[in-house]
């Protein structure tokens, strides 16, 4: 299992934050390979919205599907993701800090089917920086606005 935390403070208002941070047509312009990410369900952003995600990595296209199974309007979204045998669990906190936004990210990814756990020791290291540098580009663009 990897497991790891990261925090940052973006220096715009909680519900700008939220609100962009949330939207799935968001997603392409500040994740690392995504390609298209688009939502399968109908009805407003909450519990059980579902969408599909295209990743192009390593000159290969890859399909996943994900969930909501966790959402509180400006507070907090937590998303279970699923890539073949990977399994995913996103866990992200929005708390204001005066006119800035906190955000808490807390991620879980087994590869155990896919990789094994020494699999999961090699990739734990380039999964946590693509992260990194995800979070990074979105401060980014919301504090460029």
Known sequence: MIHFKLSQTINRPLDEV????S???NVP???GGVVSYRRTSSGPLGI????????KALGMRQETSGEYTAYEHNRRVCERIEAGPAK???QTEFTAQGTATRVDIETQIDLSGLLGRLGEKAASRPIRKQAEQDHAKIKAILEAR
């Open 18 to 21: 939220f609100a962009y941070w």
């Open 23 to 25: 939207d799935p047509d």
């Open 29 to 31: 312009a500040w994740q």
């Open 48 to 55: 059980g919205t579902t969408y599909s995600i295209t990743r």
């Open 88 to 90: 995913y669990t996103i």
